[in-house]
């Protein structure tokens, strides 16, 4: 051995243990001793090793990196990380399925989430977006149930095929995001091969205080890859850590993957116009109208050392973000808002801010004291109260803008129902049609969503074909004859 030093193992409070596989007992094969307080320790250490599992995006790989601009963005955004080409700011990234349980197979067909913190001079922005463009739902009531659909039947404990599309053909503002999902993006080949978006639209502040709407796209430089469903559900079974092996021994063996950044701005006067909501996330913004700007590359570069410390701690929320950038009036986003804090304090505790992973470079809350696991110093002698002799500065330039955000109404129960804009099925139709444009991509969503569907119940079957019916007569008649192909009426 050389002369390095070979640490001395203790109990949780220091003391050396003389054997720590040797409990202490009554003769060779006695009873134990209580009085054996480094078996106790050990083993009420490992009675209390779990803690909840994040209730969707359970499975997730992460890691470190940076942020760099590239692009002059200073006529858009008044944001001190976006202040200057060249800028970089240190970040962390977490990839995840949805779905799943923290076991389940990085093959799933699932949206990706794609999060990333960025520890900024003026605290933390958190990213928390996934690789698709749109989602689910635009009245947040639905995520919950929704997302009972896409996990376990309360009775069978069994991931139920009617249970999900009858939650999808009753709720056809999904329709958007299930082609997506459904297509070949369903399963990205690995997380490195894979894009971001925000799929909200957020406020993007200029200096002189005004500001636009965006949304955020992340390209992969690595390209897109795919796997077909065949594929995937394969991967499945010989390898369902693929992506988090992917992800490793790519940043293990220098290979950095990295995204480029866009920017799509709509003013809000644009917004007026538009045919659908600003807030609805359902939507995409078309590219001829509101091109894309490029302003920054995000590069990975740096492995976690220690899985549960960093990635399973890891905490990110919509609500986390900095002046110059702000979220808007989707209700879904304001929803979130509320949730992942909530849910931090629930699976991490109420300090979680404090994990190193979460913490940002400069905190300074004396006004927040104490909870559980308060490990930080508690911000030692400071007043906890706005003293009048220990002063503290308040940022005056960060205002509300009032411009474009003057609601009037009665209290309502609004629900947003599918077709009431008439422009539920457009896009949905135009994704028809480029998937049309590249080999095969038409055929592998019929089949895709044939294997899904063809485990419903006819009736669920029916209505979903007459949704898909809407998207295009077609499209509905492939997707009918795929799935009676594979669930013949006769049999039933
Ligand atoms: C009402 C709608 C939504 C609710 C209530 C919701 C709630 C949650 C909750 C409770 C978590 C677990 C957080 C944790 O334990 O730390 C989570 C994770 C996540 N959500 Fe959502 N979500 C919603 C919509 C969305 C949307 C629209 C996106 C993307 C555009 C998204 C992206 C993510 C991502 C990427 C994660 C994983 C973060 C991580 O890696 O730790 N969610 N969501």
Same mark, same amino acid.
């Given at each position: 051995?050389?002369?390095?030093?070979?640490?001395?193992?203790?109990?949780?409070?220091?003391?050396?243990?003389?054997?720590?596989?040797?409990?202490?007992?009554?003769?060779?094969?006695?009873?134990?001793?209580?009085?054996?307080?480094?078996?106790?320790?050990?083993?009420?250490?490992?009675?209390?090793?779990?803690?909840?599992?994040?209730?969707?995006?359970?499975?997730?790989?992460?890691?470190?990196?940076?942020?760099?601009?590239?692009?002059?963005?200073?006529?858009?955004?008044?944001?001190?990380?976006?202040?200057?080409?060249?800028?970089?700011?240190?970040?962390?990234?977490?990839?995840?399925?949805?779905?799943?349980?923290?076991?389940?197979?990085?093959?799933?067909?699932?949206?990706?989430?794609?999060?990333?913190?960025?520890?900024?001079?003026?605290?933390?922005?958190?990213?928390?977006?996934?690789?698709?463009?749109?989602?689910?739902?635009?009245?947040?009531?639905?995520?919950?149930?929704?997302?009972?659909?896409?996990?376990?039947?309360?009775?069978?404990?069994?991931?139920?095929?009617?249970?999900?599309?009858?939650?999808?053909?009753?709720?056809?503002?999904?329709?958007?995001?299930?082609?997506?999902?459904?297509?070949?993006?369903?399963?990205?080949?690995?997380?490195?091969?894979?894009?971001?978006?925000?799929?909200?639209?957020?406020?993007?502040?200029?200096?002189?205080?005004?500001?636009?709407?965006?949304?955020?796209?992340?390209?992969?430089?690595?390209?897109?890859?795919?796997?077909?469903?065949?594929?995937?559900?394969?991967?499945?079974?010989?390898?369902?850590?693929?992506?988090?092996?992917?992800?490793?021994?790519?940043?293990?063996?220098?290979?950095?993957?990295?995204?480029?950044?866009?920017?799509?701005?709509?003013?809000?006067?644009?917004?007026?116009?538009?045919?659908?909501?600003?807030?609805?996330?359902?939507?995409?913004?078309?590219?001829?109208?509101?091109?894309?700007?490029?302003?920054?590359?995000?590069?990975?570069?740096?492995?976690?050392?220690?899985?549960?410390?960093?990635?399973?701690?890891?905490?990110?929320?919509?609500?986390?973000?900095?002046? $110059?950038?702000?979220?808007?009036?989707?209700?879904? =986003?304001?929803?979130? &808002?509320?949730?992942? @804090? !909530?849910? #931090?304090? /629930?699976?991490?505790?109420?300090?979680?801010?404090?994990?190193?992973?979460?913490?940002?470079?400069?905190?300074?809350?004396?006004?927040?004291?104490?909870?559980?696991?308060?490990?930080?110093?508690?911000?030692?002698?400071?007043?906890?109260?706005?003293?009048?002799?220990?002063?503290?500065?308040?940022?005056?330039?960060?205002?509300?803008?009032?411009?474009?955000?003057?609601?009037?109404?009665?209290?309502?129960?609004?629900?947003?129902?599918?077709?009431?804009? $008439?422009?539920?099925?457009?896009?949905?139709?135009? =994704?028809?049609?480029? &998937?049309?444009?590249? @080999? !095969?991509? #038409?055929? /592998?969503?019929?089949?895709?969503?044939?294997?899904?569907?063809?485990?419903?119940?006819?009736?669920?079957?029916?209505?979903?074909?007459?949704?898909?019916?809407?998207?295009?007569?077609?499209?509905?008649?492939?997707?009918?004859?795929?799935?009676?192909?594979?669930?013949?009426?006769?049999?039933?």
């Amino acid at each position: 051995m050389s002369g390095k030093r070979v640490p001395t193992y203790t109990t949780t409070n220091g003391n050396p243990v003389k054997d720590p596989l040797a409990s202490q007992r009554i003769g060779k094969h006695g009873p134990l001793l209580l009085q054996d307080f480094a078996l106790i320790d050990l083993l009420a250490h490992f009675d209390r090793e779990r803690i909840p599992e994040r209730v969707v995006h359970a499975k997730g790989s992460g890691a470190y990196g940076e942020f760099e601009v590239t692009d002059d963005i200073t006529d858009l955004n008044c944001a001190d990380f976006l202040s200057k080409i060249g800028k970089k700011t240190k970040t962390f990234t977490r990839f995840s399925t949805v779905g799943g349980e923290k076991g389940s197979a990085d093959a799933a067909r699932d949206p990706r989430g794609f999060a990333t913190k960025f520890y900024t001079d003026e605290g933390n922005i958190d990213w928390v977006y996934n690789n698709t463009p749109v989602f689910f739902i635009r009245d947040p009531s639905k995520f919950p149930v929704f997302i009972h659909t896409q996990k376990r039947n309360p009775e069978t404990n069994l991931k139920d095929a009617t249970m999900m599309w009858d939650y999808i053909a009753n709720n056809q503002e999904c329709c958007h995001q299930i082609m997506v999902l459904f297509s070949d993006r369903g399963t990205p080949a690995n997380y490195r091969q894979m894009n971001g978006y925000s799929g909200h639209t957020y406020k993007w502040i200029k200096k002189d205080g005004s500001f636009n709407y965006v949304q955020i796209h992340m390209k992969t430089d690595q390209g897109i890859k795919n796997l077909t469903n065949d594929e995937a559900v394969a991967l499945s079974g010989t390898n369902p850590d693929h992506a988090q092996e992917d992800l490793f021994n790519s940043i293990k063996s220098g290979s950095f993957p990295s995204w480029t950044c866009y920017v799509q701005v709509c003013t809000p006067e644009q917004a007026e116009k538009l045919k659908w909501s600003v807030f609805d996330l359902t939507k995409v913004w078309p590219h001829d109208q509101f091109p894309l700007r490029r302003f920054g590359k995000l590069t990975l570069n740096k492995n976690v050392q220690n899985y549960f410390a960093e990635t399973e701690q890891a905490a990110f929320s919509p609500s986390n973000t900095v002046p $110059g950038w702000e979220t808007s009036a989707d209700p879904v =986003l304001q929803s979130r &808002l509320f949730s992942y @804090p !909530d849910t #931090q304090r /629930h699976r991490l505790g109420t300090n979680f801010a404090q994990i190193p992973v979460n913490c940002p470079y400069h905190a300074h809350t004396p006004y927040h004291r104490d909870g559980q696991m308060a490990v930080n110093g508690n911000s030692g002698s400071l007043p906890n109260y706005p003293s009048s002799f220990e002063p503290l500065q308040y940022r005056q330039d960060i205002n509300l803008h009032e411009k474009h955000e003057k609601w009037v109404g009665e209290a309502v129960a609004y629900q947003w129902v599918v077709g009431t804009d $008439g422009v539920d099925f457009q896009q949905p139709a135009e =994704l028809w049609k480029v &998937l049309g444009k590249t @080999p !095969d991509q #038409q055929e /592998h969503l019929v089949y895709n969503i044939a294997v899904s569907l063809s485990g419903a119940r006819p009736e669920v079957q029916d209505k979903t074909f007459g949704m898909f019916d809407k998207v295009d007569a077609h499209f509905g008649k492939l997707v009918r004859d795929a799935t009676l192909q594979r669930s013949p009426r006769s049999k039933l």
